[in-house]
């Protein structure tokens, strides 16, 4: 067997072990699904009415709650992360001579598949509220490919930031910063709109190109500047996050 098969095939036995670690914990599901919904009928139906935005506030928030609903799923990752390598499993991985690319493989693969299900009950719950999108079939596959490479590279960082804590509290709250950057960005107001300081800070930030281009796209109009800030940003935490990790990795394993 090649040694591609058996990193592919390390990484699948990884991949199978951290979604039965995500479905046996009720609070990672609800971290990382159900949290958004929530937040999202709290921003349409209860502030909603307060934003004056042009339009329905549904369409205006939908793409705002799109990157939210990855945010909330990373904390699961680094705690999962940190926990093994407090824990001493990777040790027994190495023993096994199970591939070292596949543990963080699987973290990363996993966080993507739990990001872009909690993205997929955010489409479905706007719809339900009356989100009308004007987005063509081309146009969504945009958004779907954009939010798949924000969710490998919000993965990849993740994984970083679990390798790099002391301990699992601490890489947990490592995590607020990605939650907490879309609220500061233009995903629930313009940034026009906010005041001196947190308005430069919303315009050049990573997640206000981001929530600009999947706004632009679900609304059938997208800003070729935009995408080209966002696709910039997605590239560049993911090569960041990937150094990082496997720099990590390397000396603690």
């Known amino acids: ?29 609800f971290n990382g699904i159900l949290v958004p919904i ?10 909603g009415g307060a934003f004056s935005v042009g339009d329905d506030y549904i369409d205006y928030a939908t793409p705002g709650m799109l990157v939210l609903a990855v945010s909330y799923g990373l904390a699961a990752t680094a705690t999962a992360v940190n926990d093994d390598m407090a824990k001493g499993i990777i040790n027994r991985f190495k023993a096994m001579d199970v591939s070292r690319g596949a543990v963080l493989t699987g973290q990363v693969v996993v966080t993507m598949l739990r990001c872009l299900v909690a993205v997929a009950a955010i489409v479905g719950v706007a719809f339900a509220m009356g989100f009308d999108p004007a987005a063509s079939a081309l146009d969504w596959l945009g958004v779907f490919g954009l939010v798949a490479l924000l969710s490998f590279a919000a993965a990849w960082l993740t994984v970083a930031l679990g390798l790099a804590a002391k ?4 890489a947990g709250m490592a995590t607020a910063p990605l939650i907490m950057l879309p609220f500061l960005s233009s995903a629930f107001v313009p940034a026009d709109t906010m005041g001196a300081g947190v308005r430069q800070f919303a315009e050049y930030q990573p997640f206000t190109p981001i929530v600009e ?17 966002a696709l910039a940003w997605c590239v560049g935490i993911a090569l960041v996050g990937y150094l990082w990790a496997t720099s990590t990795f390397k000396k603690r394993a």
């Open 1 to 29: 067997m090649s040694t591609v098969s058996m990193a592919l095939g390390d990484s699948a036995i990884m991949l199978r072990r951290n979604v039965k670690h995500t479905v046996r914990n009720p609070l990672t599901v």
């Open 213 to 229: 281009t999947l706004r632009g796209l679900l609304a059938g109009d997208p800003s070729s500047g935009d995408t080209f800030a």
């Open 167 to 170: 301990n699992v509290e601490s």
């Open 38 to 47: 929530l937040t999202m009928f709290m921003f349409v139906k209860v502030f």
